[in-house]
C-alpha cells in the first residue's frame, strides 16, 4: 500500500568559490558532496538532500558543515479521489518541510501548500508557499515568517545531445530577532544545467551529467551585506 510508485535518488558533486559568512565572509573553494532523493507513493510524493560541504579542505571547526531539507507532499487530489486541476494548475498539496543545520543546532518547520503546475515541456514545476518557523536553542529566536519556492526540471535536446535546466528559487521573507536585531529577507536561486554525458559516451541516457549550478544569493542567510554570485562544476550520479 505504501510503495514507492517511483523514484530518482542521485549523488552530487559540486565545486566552486562560495563565500562563508563565519569566516568574515571570505570566498573559499568549496566542496559540496550532496545526496538526494525525490519520491512518489499513493498519496503524494517525498523529497530530502544532505549536503556536506567543505571549505578549502580545513581541519578547523569552521572547515565542514552538514545540512538537510525534507519535504513531504500530500496530493489532496489523490486524497479525495477527485480532480483538483484548474487553469495550468494541475493538483494542490498540503507540504511538510523541515530544514536542519546541525552545525548551529536549529530547526526550521515548513507547513504549507504547494500548487504544482502543468507547464509545457517541464517534467514537473511546483510553487510552495509555506511558513518559516524557527526552533533553535543556540540562534536568536526569530518571529515566524515564510518562504516562496519555484522548483522545476525542464529537458530538452539539441540534435543528438540531451540537456536539461532544474532547480529553486526561494524567496523568505524577514524576520525580527530576540536581540532587536533582523534577518533580512533573501533570495536564492540554483538552477542547474545539466549535460547527459552518459548518453553519448557510454550510450546509457539519464545516469551520468555533468554541468554547471549557478548560486545567485541576496542576502545570503539574511545578512544584508551579504550578496554571492558563484558558478560550481557539476557532476551528477543518478543511481
Not at 69 to 98: M, Q, R, T
Request: aromatic share 16%; hydrophobic share 40%.
Amino acid at each position: 500500500m505504501f510503495a514507492a510508485d517511483w523514484s530518482n535518488t542521485e549523488v552530487h558533486l559540486q565545486h566552486g568559490d562560495l563565500k562563508q559568512i563565519y569566516a568574515n565572509n571570505a570566498k573559499r573553494k568549496t566542496t559540496i558532496f550532496t545526496l538526494q532523493h525525490a519520491s512518489g507513493w499513493n498519496y503524494g510524493d517525498n523529497f530530502f538532500f544532505f549536503d556536506h560541504l567543505n571549505y578549502n579542505g580545513d581541519n578547523d571547526s569552521d572547515g565542514d558543515e552538514l545540512y538537510g531539507e525534507w519535504y513531504s507532499n500530500f496530493s489532496l487530489s489523490k486524497l479525495s479521489g477527485n480532480s483538483l486541476s484548474v487553469g495550468p494548475i494541475s493538483d494542490i498539496g498540503l507540504i511538510a518541510g523541515l530544514n536542519f543545520a546541525p552545525e548551529v543546532d536549529t530547526l526550521y518547520y515548513l507547513p504549507g501548500l504547494r500548487l504544482s503546475l502543468d507547464l509545457p515541456g517541464f517534467v514537473f514545476a511546483n510553487l510552495d508557499i509555506t511558513a518559516y518557523i524557527q526552533d533553535s536553542d543556540l540562534l536568536p529566536k526569530e518571529d515566524n515568517s515564510y518562504m516562496i519556492d519555484f522548483n522545476w526540471a525542464y529537458p530538452f535536446t539539441i540534435g543528438k545531445a540531451s540537456f536539461s535546466i532544474e532547480g529553486h528559487i526561494e524567496y523568505i521573507a524577514a524576520s525580527d530577532t530576540a536581540n532587536s536585531g533582523k534577518r533580512e529577507s533573501w533570495l536564492l536561486a540554483q538552477p542547474q544545467f545539466r549535460y547527459d554525458l552518459g548518453k553519448t559516451l557510454m550510450k546509457v541516457e539519464n545516469k551520468v551529467f555533468i554541468g554547471i549550478e549557478y548560486q545567485f544569493w541576496q542576502n545570503k542567510l539574511g545578512d544584508k551585506n551579504t550578496d554571492e554570485n558563484a558558478a560550481q562544476l557539476l557532476a551528477v550520479w543518478r543511481l
